[in-house]
């Protein structure tokens, strides 16, 4: 295959902006599911329904349950080991590069949960959350540096919440998202591919935006005896990330715009106590991942669509609708302690047609433990969540393949994840 300074030049453009997607495959996309101590001790199982004031972040009518005020804090490690191995007729194009090795890490992600009552029917609740996020690291030099140098994605949230219980054991709630949202990410661009040639000390493009938007939230619980339901929404935000698309070597440098609209999010959690020590509970989740689609990065001076070559710059993602599925248990150990597990099923956003090397994902199940251990002054939330992929994730960037510009790459990946979340709560 004939590779021109044209069509590598469009390649490089066209997957650059692709680090929007993640290779922490905990959670489908870009999304970060670790919003909850609590919850994450069993898989997240009947989050909706309630639990401690951490599960508002998918229902905000769960802090109509907070008896006084409580401030909570938590810290979530993120440790992803996705290790890329270049397959097929990529070893023999990259031949002059070293294998990709391990592209994840290690992350911290903090979430923090403030609720008040304010009267027996009313509470209002505050919150800082980063609900999307991604951190990819590859070095100069990789067989994968033409699709992915690094990328830091990151989206954080202040939610202000209010709650009011409408008649007996029915509450309902909504509050807003103001949503910053942050990408910065980088590759190297194969001009040497023409001759043949890969090297280290290709040029880089990056590409970088941020934006802050609003977005809202909605939710209601209810419970008949030993049931608890619980629905809740987070709607979709349109974000305008405005930043700059650069190459140096390249004599490129330009104020762009790209349009993203991130996914709505529906949760339904059901728990049943089925004896004074002992509850089980179930949550089933739509994320509305169809709203990624293709990005187009236009130029903020113009308005127009950038192009390189004459031809348009874009981002295929294409992502499909996803459902999550958990089911968990509770046991009261003790008058102080409260044990947890749970079980999880998650879909994943991309196909065999959509799947890069920043998102060697596939469908996953999670298993997860935990406990909640109560002091004289604070309660300490610890969760544990093993997350692994149904099957290898198989990566063919060849014809059909929507971030196909001319240059192939084939690859495969087994990633896991291990996932450590820590809350203190303390009740005043």
């Given at each position: 295959m004939k590779y021109t300074p044209k069509k590598l030049l469009i390649y490089s453009a066209l997957t650059a902006s692709t680090v929007l997607t993640s290779t922490v495959v905990n959670a489908a996309g870009f999304a970060l599911r670790e919003q909850s101590a609590y919850g994450q001790g069993s898989s997240f199982a009947?989050?909706?329904?309630?639990?401690?004031?951490?599960?508002?972040?998918?229902?905000?009518?769960?802090?109509?349950?907070?008896?006084?005020?409580e401030i909570q804090g938590i810290l979530n490690i993120i440790n992803a080991e996705s290790e890329i191995e270049t397959t097929g007729a990529s070893n023999v194009i990259y031949r002059d590069l070293n294998e990709t090795g391990d592209v994840g890490g290690t992350t911290l992600v903090p979430n923090i949960y403030y609720a008040s009552e304010i009267n027996d029917k009313l509470a209002w609740g505050l919150s800082l959350t980063v609900p999307f996020g991604s951190s990819t690291d590859a070095?100069?030099?990789?067989?994968?540096?033409?699709?992915?140098?690094?990328?830091?994605v990151s989206a954080i949230n202040i939610s202000p919440t209010i709650s009011y219980e409408v008649v007996n054991n029915l509450t309902f709630a909504a509050g807003l998202q103001i949503q910053k949202f942050d990408v910065e990410l980088s590759r190297?661009?194969?001009?040497?591919?023409?001759?043949?040639?890969?090297?280290?000390?290709?040029?880089?493009?990056?590409?970088?935006?941020?934006?802050?938007?609003?977005?809202?939230?909605?939710?209601?619980?209810?419970?008949?005896?030993g049931t608890s339901l619980g629905l809740g929404y987070r709607s979709s935000i349109d974000h305008d990330l405005e930043g700059r698309i650069s190459a140096p070597a390249l004599g490129v440098n330009a104020s762009i715009d790209v349009e993203l609209e991130t996914p709505s999010l529906i949760t339904f959690g059901i728990k049943q106590q089925l004896s004074d020590k002992l509850s089980l509970g179930f949550t089933f989740e739509r994320a509305d991942w169809s709203t990624v689609g293709t990005l187009l990065v236009r130029s903020s001076v113009t308005g127009g669509v950038v192009t390189l070559g004459g031809n348009p710059v874009a981002v295929p993602l294409n992502y499909v609708d996803t459902n999550f599925y958990s089911i968990g248990g509770e046991y009261k150990y003790s008058s102080s302690m409260t044990l947890r597990s749970g079980l999880g099923y998650d879909e994943t956003t991309v196909s065999d047609t959509t799947r890069t090397t920043q998102l060697p994902d596939n469908d996953r199940y999670w298993l997860s433990f935990g406990l909640t251990k109560q002091f004289k002054s604070f309660d300490l939330d610890?969760?544990?969540?093993?997350?692994?992929?149904?099957?290898?994730?198989?990566?063919?960037?060849?014809?059909?393949?929507?971030?196909?510009?001319?240059?192939?790459?084939?690859?495969?990946?087994?990633?896991?994840v291990h996932i450590l979340s820590i809350g203190v709560t303390k009740r005043f």
């Open positions: 009947g989050v909706a329904a309630g639990g401690d004031i951490s599960t508002s972040f998918w229902n905000p009518a769960t802090i109509g349950e907070v008896e006084g005020s070095d100069r030099g990789d067989r994968s540096q033409y699709v992915s140098l690094g990328a830091d190297a661009i194969p001009v040497g591919a023409r001759f043949g040639r890969f090297s280290a000390n290709d040029p880089v493009l990056t590409i970088e935006g941020d934006d802050t938007a609003i977005g809202y939230t909605l939710g209601a619980t209810y419970k008949i005896g610890v969760g544990y969540t093993y997350v692994r992929l149904k099957e290898e994730a198989e990566i063919n960037i060849g014809p059909g393949h929507a971030s196909f510009t001319g240059l192939p790459y084939t690859g495969r990946s087994d990633p896991t």
